[in-house]
């Protein structure tokens, strides 16, 4: 395995980033999850757990844990399948941010890994707008 990375820019400033990475109300509107289910220990040894709706209905309980906090600059985390997730945010030109996710993952998933992380980014800057 080695280190992938995938690099994009978000039209808000790195502190409204990071605000929408962790306070638990954003980060339902971006997973998406469930209202009211996340709760966020956004703490380096604390743990997140959400539940979101399945194609067909079910309900499925994600959880993971925090291995680094730095406010508002870079977070670790894991996500399920205890995959580690590290996010850098970069304040750059006219408030915006650069955002960039790291996984440890095969060459093989790289296109799938990207066309995941394009979709959350899709849905983190759908939930900046609204907070905007």
Same mark, same amino acid.
């Given at each position: ?40 220990? +956004?703490? &380096?040894? @604390?743990?997140?757990?959400? =539940? !979101? ?6 309900? *499925?309980? %994600? ?5 680094? +906090?730095? &406010?508002? @600059?870079?977070?670790?985390? =894991? !996500? ?6 590290? *996010?850098? %945010? ?43």
């Amino acid at each position: 395995m080695g280190e992938f990375t995938v690099t994009r820019t978000l039209l808000a400033p790195r502190e409204a980033v990071w605000e929408v990475l962790t306070e638990p109300n954003h980060f339902e509107g971006w997973l998406p999850a469930e209202p009211g289910t996340a709760v966020l220990d +956004v703490r &380096a040894g @604390g743990s997140w757990q959400a =539940t !979101v709706r399945s194609p067909d209905g079910g309900q *499925i309980a %994600l959880t993971g844990r925090y291995d680094e +906090v730095s &406010a508002p @600059g870079r977070l670790v985390m =894991t !996500v399920p399948g205890d995959v580690v997730t590290a *996010i850098t %945010l970069a304040a750059a030109a006219d408030d915006t941010t650069l955002i960039t996710y790291g996984f440890d993952v095969e060459e093989s998933m790289h296109a799938a890994v990207e066309e995941s992380v394009d979709g959350v980014l899709g849905r983190i800057s759908t939930v900046l707008t609204g907070i905007a």
